[in-house]
Structure formats: structure tokens, C-alpha cells
T-cell receptor, first 111, second 111 residues
Framework: DAKTTQPPSMDCAEGRAANLPCNHS???????VYWYRQIHSQGPQYIIH???NNETNEMASLIITEDRKSSTLILPHATLRDTAVYYC????????????FGQGTTLQVKP | DVKVTQSSRYLVKRTGEKVFLECVQD?????MFWYRQDPGLGLRLIYF???????EKGDIPEGYSVSREKKERFSLILESASTNQTSMYLC??????????FGQGTRLTVV
């Protein structure tokens, strides 16, 4: 599975959009981009995933560049409850469903 | 509401004890995983199982074993607990490439 690079930390003002970048320059054609987050003292929670098209759900939007070498997770109106560690994971879809986590980005939403 | 349940939230064991961490999922998922999480090291995969009685080593299997006798239950076993196994342990499950669901975690302290 391809390696990802994320900034270690970011701040965002409450109510503003939070844009979390992820670099995955070695991604191959059959690898998906997944985003999870982990709120303090809880297990990670799935947010969204995509292959090459932009995706949106009730939690967030995922923008993947045309060359697929990077992506951005967008939380459109960040709240204090969005303070968490956000993980970008790239992996091949397979029966084992294995997830390998990197260090992630700690997002601090400030009032 | 889908659930991954870990048997204990907090556990204190003595060095040399045999420790069992239990995980049960109610989603009929084929895949189940055990991770440990330590400050500065992120989530690291210990073992995973893609079917009953099937298991594969993750990135850090040393000192651990697993058991999957029934589809819904995946046990992590510390044969002889050591202080360097003090950690947060997280169980997860999924079906193929679908989102993974995590338990709340077990914070194990070995004294």
C-alpha cells in the first residue's frame, strides 16, 4: 500500500471550513484513498473514501487531484466536536480489508 | 446500530500473566483486526483474521497470539504479559473494502 504524508497538526476556527491535505504521490491505479478520524479516547471512525472522483457525504467532502497524487478532506463547517486526529490511508481494495495507519493530522478547532 | 464490543475498557495485569482481550462484532464481518496505539507511534497492526480459524501477522505480532473460533469473536492473547505491552488495544472489523468499525479500546496496564 502506498505511503501517505500529512501535516502533523492544523488549527481551524469554529464555523469555518477545515481543509486537511494528504500527499500520496506513489499511489497506484487500484488504490483507494480513505479518511478516518479519532476523537480523544475513542476508536477511529470512518469518514469517507474515494478512487478518483470527488466524493461527498453528510460528514465531509473528499477532493482528489486529477493525477491522484494528493487529496484534501474538507469539513465544511468545523465545530469543536471535530477536534480529532485525522488519518489519510491509501490501500488496495482486497478481501482482507487491512488498514495501515500513519501518524495523521491533529486538527484543533478553536472557538 | 452496528457494534464492535471490547470486553474491558481498562485492565491491569501483572508481569508474566496470561492475558486475554476479547472482541465481539455483530455485523457478520469476515475481517477482524487487533491494533495497539502508543503515543508517538500511532496505530500499529498486530494481527488480523479474514475468516474463522484464519489469521495473519500484522506489523508487530511478537509477544501476541490470536484466536478466531467463531466469526463474531476475535481474541488477542498475551502469553506472558510484559511491561512493554502496556498500551491501548483497539479491535476493528469490516467486510472486504467497506468501512471498518472500531471498538472503544482497552487500556491495558502491565505492572
Amino acid at each position: 500500500d502506498a505511503k501517505t504524508t500529512q501535516p502533523p497538526s492544523m488549527d481551524c476556527a469554529e464555523g469555518r471550513a477545515a481543509n486537511l491535505p494528504c500527499n500520496h504521490s506513489t499511489i497506484s491505479g487500484n488504490e483507494y484513498v480513505y479518511w478516518y478520524r479519532q476523537i480523544h479516547s475513542q476508536g477511529p471512525q470512518y469518514i469517507i473514501h474515494g478512487l478518483k472522483n470527488n466524493e461527498t457525504n453528510e460528514m465531509a467532502s473528499l477532493i482528489i487531484t486529477e493525477d491522484r497524487k494528493s487529496s484534501t478532506l474538507i469539513l465544511p463547517h468545523a465545530t469543536l466536536r471535530d477536534t480529532a486526529v485525522y488519518y489519510c490511508i491509501v490501500r488496495v481494495v482486497s478481501n482482507t480489508g487491512k488498514l495501515i495507519f500513519g501518524q495523521g493530522t491533529t486538527l484543533q478547532v478553536k472557538p | 446500530d452496528v457494534k464492535v464490543t471490547q470486553s474491558s475498557r481498562y485492565l491491569v495485569k501483572r508481569t508474566g500473566e496470561k492475558v486475554f482481550l476479547e472482541c465481539v462484532q455483530d455485523m457478520d464481518h469476515e475481517n477482524m483486526f487487533w491494533y495497539r496505539q502508543d503515543p508517538g507511534l500511532g496505530l500499529r497492526l498486530i494481527y488480523f483474521s479474514y475468516d474463522v480459524k484464519m489469521k495473519e501477522k500484522g506489523d508487530i505480532p511478537e509477544g501476541y497470539s490470536v484466536s478466531r473460533e467463531k466469526k463474531e469473536r476475535f481474541s488477542l492473547i498475551l502469553e506472558s504479559a510484559s511491561t512493554n505491552q502496556t498500551s491501548m488495544y483497539l479491535c476493528a472489523s469490516n467486510y472486504q473494502n467497506t468501512e471498518a468499525f472500531f471498538g472503544q479500546g482497552t487500556r491495558l496496564t502491565v505492572v
